[in-house]
């Protein structure tokens, strides 16, 4: 099993829709979560970290479930500007290892 | 003003050949990183430093060697340049060797082709 696991995607959603897709990882170590956003030919960009409790940041909400392995990240009433790659991004406390999924693309459809 | 900065933007060269990428932080960060991503996307780290001192180096080939001169500043040579390095290396850099708790910050990236 990959460390960090993502669904490539690409998702194609409508403007105003809201969407959602999570990231499993295999390591119960892991200590520290975020999601990360990619535009085409840029650096990956800090979207928000993932807290235990759930986070939310605007239209963004971060959700961990340790209990699952899993986070996910929902977009509501999407942008044409959310258009990107999301990159989950995991931490592992025993090697101080980060790990980048491989990103789920998003398309945001006018 | 940029905080993570990487120079060149884009390098061509001939395989066999010897360069190296620069990058320079602003942000007052003690640790660096080198991460390459190849063709499919895939993001990984390649080498880290904490204030000057190497932390991480994943198996990459010794072709492959970094140099920090300072905490400010991490460069990357590359020797006998091959085909499979064709990829874009970031630098980044965060706060401390925190296990990423305060996230990195990126460079805009090295576009790296190799002829």
């Known amino acids: 099993r990959k460390e960090v696991e993502q669904d490539p995607g690409p998702f194609n959603v409508p403007e105003g829709a809201t969407v959602a897709f999570n990231c499993t990882y295999s390591n119960s170590a892991s200590q520290s979560f975020f999601w990360y956003r990619q535009d085409c030919r840029k650096e990956p960009k800090l979207l928000m970290s993932?807290?235990?409790s759930g986070n939310e940041d605007g239209r963004f909400t971060a959700q961990l479930n340790r209990a699952s392995q899993y986070i996910s990240l929902l977009i509501r009433d999407s942008k044409l500007s959310d258009s990107a790659t999301y990159l989950c991004v995991v931490n592992v406390r025993r090697d101080d290892k980060i790990i980048f999924g491989k990103g789920t693309r998003l398309h945001i459809l006018p | 003003d940029t905080a993570v900065s990487q120079t060149p933007k884009y390098l061509v060269t001939q395989m066999g050949n010897d360069k190296s990428i620069k990058c320079e932080q602003n942000l007052g960060h003690d640790t660096m990183y080198w991460y390459k991503q190849d063709s499919k996307k895939f993001l990984k780290i390649m080498f880290s430093y904490n204030n000057k001192e190497l932390i991480i180096n994943e198996t990459v080939p010794n072709r492959f060697s970094p140099k920090s001169p300072d905490k400010a500043h991490l460069n990357l040579h590359i020797n006998s340049l091959e085909l499979g390095d064709s990829a874009v290396y970031f630098c980044?850099?965060?706060?401390?060797?925190?296990?990423?708790?305060?996230?990195?910050?990126f460079g805009s990236g090295t576009r790296l082709t190799v002829v």
């Open positions: 980044a850099s965060s706060p401390t060797f925190n296990r990423g708790r305060d996230g990195y910050t």
């Open positions: 993932v807290y235990s």
